[in-house]
């Protein structure tokens, strides 16, 4: 075994050496929101009665238990602090974590990279070993450095540590299940998406259980065994046992399938393909088409099944109900469909974000395409410039609307099925859905607008993506101002299903993404096709 | 009649680098033009520009008789470029990604195609990540020749391939040459260049140092003689046009340019002569000279860039 360990230490450092930028920076943006946000809002609830009822508000709103979770100790100002970090910023935690585990196994792979190095002194699970010892650590690092900037900020030891550790078991997990997605996927983009939709199902698992029930379902996520730590909430330590044991095993298993694999392949063999290609293979449009359209067909089950489940979960918010108060703002809102419709106003919100993350890697492709030199041979052919990135962008923004599209149609179908109105409502939320693409194409025309003009730093789009995240999310407890949170396009995006719909922001953004698609097509076409 | 290929004062900088520095290259129709030169000499740079994919920076360059820069499509339309190092998609087929790139030149002879794929041996159903680098390579060059176009740009083009292959290749490229195709010829392989081409380039640090026929440039250059004498000879070093002289007792070894020969052998002969053997230089000879051993950049004129994540 321990020949197959030789040459970690040296792929350690070279992961370092190569991560020395996105590593820190990823690090300080996380332990800034945790320590931020709980900076800002220990002076919000001075006294234990606001504490309370700022507690029962969230407690009693389901469509924000589901976003995020519950808050366990009501009187507790540091539950109430980091209930949205527990949530949205353990989500934040796991896919840095699977990024960069895939980073150093997978992808490296795919490049013919680890062959270079694997020829060389390294055992077979070098860079394996590596990859979970960065990940690991970085995770370490995080729960440490977190912990402290919770204290900083003025909350109690005991849960500042309860809530670091809870954050690394987070990391932890999801490292272990990217180490293992990367050896059953075929290449380092089918391990991220396979280990990112475990993430996003085990969420919405723990979302059910928080809110409908049944409650155990909330312990099928890792996220949900950080929420069970319950830091500043009468610690349950044991609830981390329930992290490091599952760690364990998925590690155990990865080594397991990585004994059994060649380097390069995935689990399943290749079959043999065709031999002359389909009639529509001809175009740029059809390359696309054939190379993306299995992707975006599981994308789109996807979408349709988390859809089903919020609707499903949006026709029983109603009855959840239990706070007067609430109530009867409720009933002035316009009864229980004003909060039903609350409710899928943000969840759809939540999903137009990861919709741009579908679309953001679509445009991505642009770029690696003309890296790995795949487009050169095509531009050298009778098509355009033009046509071959305008393609892409046609294939980005159809996505998009397919996948808002299955995520409105499942929401419709299960409200309309649980209301015994599909012919009312499935039009309504479908429409409320749709009602989110405008948003979702500035980023898609972000995205466009930097291949163009800095292809080599188009890499940027994430960090546009999670800079307009955060600030939807953050910007409030931050108490940020309000033109400032106006710079995302998503705090333009119609609030639907509602009451009005103003057309005006619509139109507003999709001239925004239209500028922003041809500043970025016209550049492409100027410039040169570079490495 | 038009010049397919007619490069003058190329220039191309990337960044402080200047890949290309004042370059000139002509190729005339019907021609197999060899194009030469070490590694990061400017090879590649110079394909991308006639291609349209990198603009000039100044000079002029004229392609079929069209801007490469404006008239990128239209052009491509009458062009097949085989690239040196060819990359494929992971899941699609040799067949799928043969076909896709015919059509988008505008069509190819499905007949040619079949022997194409016949001759090179190639399994056109596996896919892309299955691939060996020969295979790959074979894949760009079926796509590349299966296509009716006037000017063939070929990168490197037998990079990756056995020796069997290479023969396969120097034959159908032979055939192309009876036919009268343009084709524009990048290669390391002197042995090619030499039963494929009908005039060269040598090019070095992004200029053009040498071009002509092979016969032209071997008799522009020097004779190397290897003699044995009567008696050790004396002051042939201080003959014009005498280089790399080595005496060995009686055994004289010396390069001489073609236009001081006179003057070497009446040396020699006044000496008296035992045996003589004089050749031109070979190819590799001439090559090693031009390729030298100055620092050149790098063949895309860039230095390599930490990856980026994607």
Known sequence: ?531 | MTTPVSISSLVKTFGSTRALDGLHLEVAEGEVHGFLGPNGAGKTTTLRVLLGLLRADSGTVRLLGGDPWHDAVALHRRLAYVPGDVTLWPNLSGGEVIDMLGRMRGGMNPKRRAELIERFNLDPTKKGRSYSKGNRQKVALVAGLASDVELLLLDEPTSGLDPLMEAVFRDTLLEERQKGRTILLSSHILSEVEALCHRVTIIRSGRTVETGTLTELRHLRRTSIDATLATPPQGLDGLPGVHDLSVDGTRVRVQVDNAHLDEVLRALTTVGVRSLVSQPPSLEELFLRHYGTEPTVDERGQTETEALPR
């Open chain 1, 1 to 531: 075994m321990s020949n197959h360990l030789t040459g970690t230490w040296a792929l350690l450092k070279l992961a370092l050496r190569r991560d020395r930028i996105m590593l820190p920076a990823w690090l300080a943006v996380l332990v800034a929101m945790a320590a931020g946000s709980a900076a800002a809002t220990i002076p919000l609830y001075p006294t234990l009665a606001e504490r309370i009822k700022a507690s029962e508000t969230i407690n009693t709103t389901p469509p924000v238990v589901a976003l995020n979770g519950l808050i366990y100790d009501e009187s507790s100002i540091g539950a109430i602090a980091m209930v949205k970090l527990s949530g949205i910023g353990a989500i934040l935690v796991a896919i840095l974590a699977i990024i960069l585990v895939v980073r150093h196994t997978r992808s490296e792979e795919d490049t013919g990279r680890l062959e270079l190095v694997g020829s060389t002194v390294i055992g077979r699970h070098a860079a394996l070993t590596a990859a979970l010892i960065i990940g690991f650590g970085t995770n370490v690092v995080l729960g440490i450095l977190t912990t402290l900037g919770l204290i900083a900020a003025g909350l109690p030891v005991a849960g500042s540590v309860a809530f670091g550790l809870g954050w690394m078991s987070v990391g932890f997990a999801f490292a272990a299940i990217a180490a293992a997605a990367a050896q059953v996927a075929g290449n380092g983009r089918a391990a991220n998406s396979l280990a990112i939709t475990l993430l996003g199902v085990t969420y919405v698992a723990r979302a059910i259980g928080d809110t409908a029930g049944p409650r155990w379902l909330s312990w099928l996520s890792p996220v949900g065994w950080q929420q069970q730590l319950r830091p500043f909430a009468g610690e349950r330590w044991s609830a981390l046992l329930v992290s490091l044991a599952f760690t364990a095993v998925a590690v155990a298993g990865t080594y397991a399938l990585a004994a059994r694999r060649d380097l390069g392949a995935g689990l399943l063999p290749d079959r043999p393909g065709r031999a002359r290609g389909a009639a529509f293979l001809g175009s740029p449009l059809g390359l696309v088409w054939r190379l993306q359209r299995a992707g975006l067909a599981a994308w789109a089950i996807g979408f349709l099944l988390l859809g089903l489940v919020l609707g499903n979960i949006a026709s029983k918010v109603g009855n959840l109900l239990d706070n007067p108060d609430l109530q009867d703002i409720i009933l002035r809102l316009g009864g229980e469909k004003g909060i039903t419709d609350a409710f899928l106003a943000a969840e759809f919100g939540l999903a137009s974000i990861i919709v741009s993350v579908y679309g953001v890697q679509s445009i991505m492709r642009l770029r690696s395409e003309e890296a790995n030199t795949r487009a050169e041979p095509l531009l050298a052919t009778g098509i355009s410039r033009l046509g071959w990135a305008g393609s892409q962008v046609a294939m980005a923004l159809f996505g998009t609307t397919i996948l808002m599209f299955a995520t409105g149609l499942g929401a419709g179908l299960a409200h309309g099925l649980a209301l015994g109105d599909v012919g009312g409502e499935l039009g309504r939320v479908l429409g409320a859905a749709l009602a989110q693409l405008p948003a979702i194409w500035v980023l898609v025309g972000a995205v466009v607008a930097l291949y163009g003009l800095v292809p080599r730093q188009v890499v940027l789009g994430w960090v546009v993506l999670l800079a307009f995240f955060l600030l939807g999310e953050m910007g409030p407890v931050l108490k940020l101002n309000q033109w400032v949170m106006d710079i995302s396009p998503y705090a333009h995006s119609p609030k639907l299903p509602g009451p009005t719909l103003d057309y005006g922001p619509i139109f507003a953004l999709v001239a925004v993404a239209a500028v922003l698609t041809a500043v970025g097509l016209v550049s492409f076409r100027r410039r040169d096709i570079v490495a």
